[in-house]
């Protein structure tokens, strides 16, 4: 490579030289055309204070989490002509009242890592409570996931946006009848997506009070989020006991520690609301009663 660059006609080159301490390096910029070098620039470079926020915050904020409905629908709006399904997501999402207001019953999150028993908890406290169950995305959405899960994660993470939106307009209404249990919501959302896009341990996630984890302030915000932990070895066994096909998140999921357990720190560093977090490890009928009493404290039902 180094012989292609000399061959070429004209080239740059940097020359370094350190101050006896190592704290100060001058760097020259050399100019190479034809056989004549001359010195065209001359820089100091010192060691800067750590940055303020990590480099990959950057690749976060309104490219994978999105904060406003308008910011994620934009980002359909532009993959109208590649992708003709965005144009039924955005007819769903034109339909939705923007800044939808919460009725006068409670409204209560469930969220977790797959196989946590999510499904088994809201479909109990729906019955107990007489309540409307509803997740996001929104049932209407299904038909396209599997397209947009496909997609790079601007454009992906941007439907499962679209879709809080889309499901905070029948919580809205919904709200106003009974109460509602929602499975999965905005912290699912913003909680894979930073964990997907953060590499490294989990030292490599944005400080907890990183901007974020804030909620989207035009998003319905619910009364109560309940993030189910439950132990690694109890969650492999549940995984095991279901055997239904894994989704390539899900396998990556089991296959990757890591990541799962940057998932469940992003969920627990979203703030306004925070998760309340149980152990989901134990019996369903014990899962159930903790999370009764925790609504009956939080939401005066
Ligand atoms: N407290 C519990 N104790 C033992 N098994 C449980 C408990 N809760 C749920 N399960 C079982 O674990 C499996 C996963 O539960 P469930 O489907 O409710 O999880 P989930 O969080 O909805 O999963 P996913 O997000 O992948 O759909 C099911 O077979 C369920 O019967
Ligand atoms: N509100 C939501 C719900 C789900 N997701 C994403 C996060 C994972 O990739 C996947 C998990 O969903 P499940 O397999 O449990 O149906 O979907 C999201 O981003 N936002």
């Given at each position: 490579m180094l012989k292609d660059l000399v061959k070429s006609e004209e080239f740059h080159l940097c020359t370094y030289v350190s101050s006896e301490d190592g704290k100060l390096w001058q760097q020259c910029v050399w100019s190479q055309r034809g056989k004549e070098c001359t010195e065209v620039a001359k820089h100091y470079i010192t060691v800067a204070a750590k940055p303020e926020y990590h480099p990959t915050l950057l690749n976060i904020?309104?490219?994978?989490?999105?904060y406003s409905f308008e910011d994620a629908y934009r980002v359909l709006q532009e993959c109208k002509e590649c992708i003709p399904e965005s144009k039924e997501v955005l007819e769903l999402a034109d339909q939705c009242m923007?800044?939808?207001?919460?009725?006068?019953?409670?409204?209560?999150?469930?969220?977790g890592l797959d196989a946590t028993g999510k499904t088994t908890l809201t479909q109990s406290l729906q019955e107990i409570l007489r309540g409307a169950l509803l997740r996001s995305p929104?049932?209407?959405?299904?038909?396209?996931?599997?397209?947009?899960?496909?997609?790079?994660?601007l454009i992906r993470r941007a439907f499962y946006a679209l879709g809080n939106y889309i499901s905070a307009c029948d919580i809205a209404r919904e709200?106003?009848?009974?109460?509602?249990?929602?499975?999965?919501?905005?912290?699912?959302?913003?909680?894979?997506?930073?964990?997907t896009e953060v590499g490294g341990t989990l030292e490599s996630l944005p400080s907890s009070h990183s901007e974020v984890y804030r909620w989207p302030r035009d998003l319905l915000t619910p009364d109560l989020v309940v993030l189910l932990t439950v132990r690694p070895e109890e969650r492999a066994r549940r995984l095991l006991a279901r055997g239904v096909e894994k989704t390539r998140e899900e396998a990556e999921l089991e296959a990757n520690n890591l990541f799962r357990q940057k998932v469940e720190e992003a969920y627990r560093r979203i703030q306004d609301p925070a998760c309340v977090v149980i152990d989901a490890s134990p019996s369903k009928e014990e899962v159930l009663s903790e999370v009764l009493l925790l609504i009956q404290k939080h939401c005066n039902l």
């Open positions: 904020i309104n490219t994978v989490v999105y923007k800044n939808s207001t919460k009725g006068r019953f409670p409204v209560i999150v469930i969220e929104p049932g209407c959405l299904s038909q396209w996931r599997a397209r947009f899960d496909a997609e790079p994660p709200s106003a009848k009974s109460p509602v249990i929602v499975d999965r919501y905005w912290h699912s959302t913003a909680a894979y997506a930073i964990a």
